[in-house]
């Protein structure tokens, strides 16, 4: 499979833990996005990372999230200290910017739930 | 702010008939706008893009129709098939003025197709 990869799928954690994701994208793809999805609406931006640099973070990414790229390929997105309005479907696109195409390809998601 | 919206949640059609999905933009320096499909627990798949310069682009049994003076954006499905009952979200690309590169989407419209 050559699609982006995301795991685990589903997650389900206590209030106050703290968890990461983690995503793995097209081969090759030099530009990674984060996005949340919350049940009826549309992707918030997140973030996104242009090879390893983090160029971009939304104002909802608060003090607890984090995410990295270290080597340029996978990326993780840590959550600390989750609290119940963290739940939602976090979500990872990829896409080469150099070939000028727009088409971002998506990931299945990681389902948080958090009790 | 920017916001990328739907004018319908729901929309019910036929099978055999067409489908028009609508969605209006804010932003009237965005690059490129795209339609994509989300089936449920699923992350959201590609189906077509239209760049700022153009009114019309076809695919196959979609079109997709840019109105850059009241900065709408249609989607248009021919002969809908079951198989095309999902959730549809129109996306915009802003690269100015905020110098980004990210994808803004709206709430999305859900197409249930009946026999």
């Known amino acids: 499979d050559t699609g982006v990869s995301q795991n685990p799928r589903h997650k389900i954690t206590k209030r106050g833990q703290n968890v990461t994701f983690r995503c793995d994208p097209i081969?090759?793809?030099?530009?990674l996005y984060w996005y949340r999805q919350t049940l009826g609406q549309g992707p918030e931006f997140l973030t996104y990372?242009?090879?390893?640099?983090?160029?971009?973070k939304s104002r909802l990414l608060s003090d607890r999230f984090s995410a990295e790229r270290p080597k340029g390929s996978f990326s993780t997105l840590e959550i600390q200290r989750t609290e119940q309005g963290d739940s939602a479907m976090y979500l990872c696109?990829?896409?080469?910017?150099?070939?000028?195409?727009?088409?971002?390809?998506f990931g299945q998601g990681t389902r948080l739930t958090v009790v | 702010g920017e916001s990328v919206g739907l004018h319908l949640p729901t929309l019910s059609v036929q099978e055999g008939d067409n489908s028009i999905i609508n969605c209006a933009y804010s932003?009237?320096?965005?690059?490129?706008f795209i339609w994509y499909k989300q089936e449920s627990g699923k992350g959201p798949q590609f189906i077509i893009d239209?760049?700022?310069?153009?009114d019309k682009r076809q695919g196959q049994r979609v079109t997709v129709l840019l109105n850059k003076t009241v900065k709408h954006l249609s989607l248009q499905i021919a002969a809908t098939q079951p198989g095309d009952s999902a959730v549809y979200f129109c996306?915009?690309?802003?690269?100015?003025?905020?110098?980004?590169?990210?994808?803004?989407f709206g709430t999305g419209t859900r197409l249930q197709v009946f026999p």
């Open positions: 696109a990829s896409l080469d910017s150099g070939t000028g195409r727009t088409e971002a390809f």
């Open positions: 081969s090759e793809h030099n530009r």
């Open positions: 990372f242009q090879n390893e640099a983090q160029l971009e």
């Open positions: 932003n009237s320096a965005s690059d490129y």
């Open positions: 239209i760049r700022s310069n153009m």
């Open positions: 996306a915009e690309n802003s690269r100015l003025p905020y110098n980004t590169d990210k994808l803004i």
